[in-house]
């Protein structure tokens, strides 16, 4: 089965600073996508990045980056000059074929 | 535009209460629509997908059904709801599932 897993319940990072989230999942598949996605305390689910497992180039949008080792199974999000507006849960997931798996996500504080 | 309506945004039940919750798409013909729950400070559970009128796969056996009756309508329901049926449930649909999905704004079900 499909697992997704995030192995920090919480972080915190000062304003304008880079802080890494982790993710790691488990898949026997060689063809899946990889996303990331925001949850603010609006509860609405944002789409933040995403990364096709065939492209070896780590995906990136504007300030968002992730780092993706397929063969450790690893896909962290980077997020540089971090803002106030970041603050928010953040959720890794795995997708093939009809469905998407999340992990249980990251809790991220950006202190002023 | 592709727009997803979901309602009501919060509701309050008693225990052994039916339950409906509605979610439809504009813009869009033939989605994937998905249903899933975030318990309290958790992540996301896929309870139930449609590829098309009529086909639900469930994902957890449990207190919840799930029905689509038109192409862009996703309804979830239950005869007798539980305690541990609160939560917040999210629908969301998707074309292309390599491009993830779009979500709706949730409903807050609180059973008592």
């Known amino acids: 089965a499909q697992t997704v897993t995030q192995s920090q319940p919480e972080m915190s990072v000062q304003e304008a600073e880079t802080v890494t989230l982790s993710c790691t999942y488990d898949?026997?598949?060689?063809?899946?996508?990889l996303f990331w996605y925001k949850q603010p305390p609006s509860r609405q689910m944002i789409l933040v990045i995403r990364?096709?497992?065939?492209?070896?180039q780590n995906a990136t949008e504007n300030r968002f980056s992730v780092n993706f080792q397929k063969a450790a199974k690893s896909f962290s999000l980077k997020i540089s000059d971090s803002q106030l507006g970041d603050a928010a849960m953040y959720f890794c997931?795995?997708?093939?074929?009809?469905?998407?798996?999340f992990g249980k996500g990251t809790r991220l504080h950006i202190l002023p | 535009s592709q727009t997803i309506h979901q309602w009501p945004a919060t509701l309050v039940q008693p225990v052994g209460s039916p339950l409906s919750l509605e979610c439809t798409v504009e813009?869009?013909?033939?989605?994937?629509l998905y249903w899933y729950r975030q318990a309290a400070g958790r992540g996301l559970q896929l309870l139930f997908y449609?590829?098309?009128?009529?086909?639900i796969s469930s994902e957890v056996p449990q207190n919840l059904s799930a029905s689509r009756p038109q192409d862009r309508q996703f309804i979830l329901s239950s005869k007798k709801l539980l305690l541990s049926d609160s939560g917040f449930y999210l629908c969301a649909w998707s074309v292309l599932h390599n491009y993830g999905y779009t979500f709706g704004s949730g409903t807050r079900l609180t059973v008592v």
């Open positions: 990364q096709e497992a065939y492209k070896q």
């Open positions: 449609s590829v098309g009128i009529g086909q």
């Open positions: 813009g869009t013909s033939n989605p994937n």
């Open positions: 898949t026997s598949e060689s063809d899946y996508y």
């Open positions: 997931a795995y997708n093939r074929d009809d469905k998407i798996i």
